[in-house]
């Protein structure tokens, strides 16, 4: 990638523009060619630069997905953010953030208007003000590269430092991870069993610095530090060879593992018309169940209606004894209350997951933990009932608190229900506390999807291939298969590399049948999980306020 040198400021860095950046004061020019960081742009030019990372970086990740763009994505913004002062760096990664959530989430605007029942207009002031939010995210980002670089911090690893605590640290509606961008490419993700989605993120990062690197030099506007690009490149050779020895490894494991048929029921059942749920449920369960499935799953919250918590498996029992082999149902639950809650309500609610034993007798249950904002809670709403009233499309659920997995025989199965598929810290508790060897996914992204146009055609959105792409690394960092069932799609089994077995198409009632493995092999993540970024952004924390001391000369 080379940089057109018409947008480039040749101009030094002042003396009021370097103590507004926080550079230290040199003695002589000597030291401040080593310690001062040059401004490389211009504010205008700046701007255009961040405005390319805040279109490249959406059209390279899960969506559009043009993947081999991730590898440069990030190089516009690398040269904008170059020696700036810490305020407009905030402002330029703000900028991208913004501009990349409304481009790569533009199914918010869908989503609220689903969830809350507001009009047009209002949910797409919701939505830019939810993609206002997540820009945040990259103003953090620019706001620790600034500082640590202008500390006299190494500004390579200054940005992957930056790069990891915005990743990590970041509060997130929906926590998304660049990683991820390469879904369809597994050799690319197997650092995800030593260091998570965060890892997988920076090894691409780390070609995007060398990229800039190289580009700035060729168009003569600095001299390359060549340790980036060396240490840039040789982490993506390395990342690629760590791949293909690690796959080779796990497909010998894959081979000694018990199999087992899964049925995947997608049942594409309408969110607010249910009443066929059950009856179309049971007859892709069949269908599934001649195709020599031995473990059914059912979406999240098939099974309509809710039960109380006290007698729920008699209900439960009616459908299940019809399944004829074990499987694992969604379903909601309710739990009289004593004294009633806000909006009037006499009892709190659980999204729950029921796994039956092949004569359908209920064996145990999960309670989904991390739920839904403004899908299944409303931030204040049990102090401000009103807000119910005002979104009433909105639940209003309890979260559970158990990270048992269910069981079958002797096998332990890690259950996650809708978003928590996504959320790499919470999988790891699921996986410490239950030593599964299968992990499941129930979920129903029909919420982010377009219902039938009056033609009878459908249309979908980009956000359930976002959740799949997200879920895939899951079965990396543990190396277990994944089997996700989501009521619209994408329903898919996913082996411990990464791999699909089988993937259902969207918008569509299917019945998929797919040979996954009872399976778990130890990896680093699953041990230390992201303390080593802990650690990481702490460093990068304190770069951003401690002056790296010069050495003598």
């Not at 002589?28 to 630069?49: F, H, M, N, T």
């Not at 440069?72 to 407009?88: E, I, K, S």
Request: aromatic share 10%; with cysteine; glycine share 10%.
């Amino acid at each position: 990638m080379l940089l057109p040198r018409g947008i480039m400021s040749d101009a030094p860095l002042g003396e009021e523009d370097r103590t507004r950046a926080g550079a230290p004061e040199a003695k002589d020019s000597g030291a401040a060619a080593r310690w001062q960081p040059e401004l490389i742009v211009g504010k205008r030019a700046a701007y255009a630069l961040a405005t390319l990372t805040g279109v490249a970086v959406p059209v390279a990740f899960v969506g559009i997905g043009a993947w081999p763009l991730g590898f440069v994505a990030w190089v516009p913004l690398l040269v904008a953010l170059r020696g700036q002062p810490a305020a407009l760096a905030v402002r330029l990664g703000w900028w991208c953030g913004f501009l990349l959530a409304m481009i790569g989430f533009s199914w918010l605007t869908h989503m609220l208007a689903t969830f809350s029942g507001f009009p047009l207009p209002a949910c797409v002031a919701f939505a830019s003000i939810l993609s206002a939010y997540q820009g945040g995210r990259l103003a953090l980002l620019a706001f620790a590269y600034a500082r640590a670089s202008a500390n006299g911090w190494h500004r390579g690893l200054a940005f992957a430092g930056a790069f990891a605590l915005s990743e990590l640290v970041y509060p997130l509606l929906f926590p998304w991870y660049f990683g991820a961008s390469f879904h369809e490419v597994p050799i690319l993700l197997q650092t995800a069993d030593l260091g998570g989605a965060i890892l997988v993120s920076l090894v691409v990062v780390g070609v995007n610095l060398a990229v800039a690197e190289v580009a700035l030099h060729l168009r003569r506007l600095a001299p390359a530090d060549w340790r980036t690009v060396g240490v840039g490149l040789a982490a993506m050779v390395g990342a690629l060879v760590y791949g293909d020895f690690r796959i080779r490894d796990i497909d010998a494991a894959i081979a000694r593992a018990e199999p087992v048929k899964i049925g995947l029921v997608q049942s594409h059942i309408g969110l607010f018309e249910r009443k066929s749920a059950v009856a179309d449920s049971l007859a892709l369960s069949r269908e599934a169940r001649e195709k020599g499935a031995q473990l059914l799953v059912w979406s999240e919250a098939t099974i309509p209606g809710a039960f109380d918590v006290k007698t729920h498996e008699r209900g439960l029992e009616k459908v299940t004894k019809e399944l004829g082999v074990p499987a694992i149902v969604g379903g909601v639950l309710y739990e009289r209350l004593d004294r009633p809650a806000g909006k009037g309500r006499k009892a709190r609610y659980f999204n729950s997951a029921f796994v039956a034993d092949a004569a359908g007798k209920i064996l145990g249950r999960y309670d989904k933990q991390f739920l839904l904002m403004f899908g299944e809670y409303l931030p204040l709403g049990e102090t401000l009932p009103i807000l119910y009233e005002w979104s009433p499309n909105s639940g209003a659920f309890s979260a559970g608190s158990s990270f048992e997995p269910l069981r079958i025989g002797e096998h332990r199965i890690a259950t996650m229900i809708c978003y928590e598929d996504i959320i790499p810290s919470f999988v790891n508790k699921l996986v410490r506390t239950g030593d599964p060897d299968l992990l499941v996914n129930l979920t129903n992204d029909r919420w982010f999807q377009n219902e039938a146009a009056a033609d009878g055609t459908t249309s979908d959105t980009a956000e359930p291939w976002q959740h799949y792409a997200l879920a895939k690394l899951r079965t990396i960092e543990h190396r277990m298969f994944l089997a996700r069932v989501s009521n619209s799609g994408v329903s898919a089994i996913v082996d411990p590399v990464g791999r699909v077995v089988v993937e259902s198409v969207t918008m569509k009632k299917q019945a998929l049948v797919g040979t996954a493995r009872y399976m778990r092999v130890p990896t680093v993540y699953s041990i230390a999980g992201d303390a080593p970024f802990w650690a990481t952004s702490a460093v990068t924390v304190a770069a951003c306020f401690v002056r790296r001391r010069r050495r003598a000369s």
